[in-house]
């Protein structure tokens, strides 16, 4: 059962639809705010993104604005790869240049910054992180880029999560 939001969510997703599109899945995903430092176990909290994929493509909202629904078409992927991290799952994909919409800080002063502004920028990574590797909408993106041919690169398994603080073993400090 989905609370009311994920509905209003999914209804943005398909009035995006073009014709002759129809939904394959419906599910839940998360979208890292920095796909290149993540951290699988801090990603996936919190309500996360409403996913719908299609046979042409993923879209993505994680909000009742319609400017930030993310679209993806399987056609523009060059490459994707599964990343983990316990067990975490997120797949990342590699993509022509597109424009999506981003949060950015309204002000920055050397390493401060503070403030809500939103930017235009190009991106060639799309990352869409998962609770676990067997929900409905992964398989439906892994089999989506299957069946176009996009190449899978290896599998990567990022370092487990240390908290701040947090002794690393003896035996790790061992020389």
């Given amino acids: 059962m989905h609370p009311e939001y994920f509905q209003r969510w999914m209804d943005l997703l398909v009035a995006r639809l073009e014709p002759g599109e129809r939904v394959l899945v419906r599910g839940r995903a998360f979208e890292p705010s920095d796909a290149l430092r993540f951290d699988l176990s801090r990603v996936i909290s919190g309500p996360g993104c409403a996913v719908a994929v299609t046979e042409r493509r993923v879209l993505w909202v994680s909000g009742e604005d319609d400017r930030w629904v993310r679209s993806l078409r399987f056609d523009l992927v060059r490459s994707h790869a599964e990343l983990t991290q316990a067990h975490r799952y997120a797949l990342a994909l590699d993509h022509e240049s597109i ?43 892994r089999s989506r880029l299957q069946a176009v041919g996009v190449p899978a690169g290896e599998p990567r398994s990022l370092p487990p999560h240390r908290r701040r603080g947090q002794e690393l073993p003896y035996r790790v400090m061992r020389t």
């Fill in 99 to 141: 424009e999506r919409r981003r949060s950015v800080p309204a002000h920055q002063l050397l390493w401060w910054s503070w403030g809500n502004a939103e930017t235009v920028q190009v991106v060639t990574t799309s990352v869409l992180a998962f609770s676990r590797r067997d929900t409905k909408a992964a398989r439906a993106i």
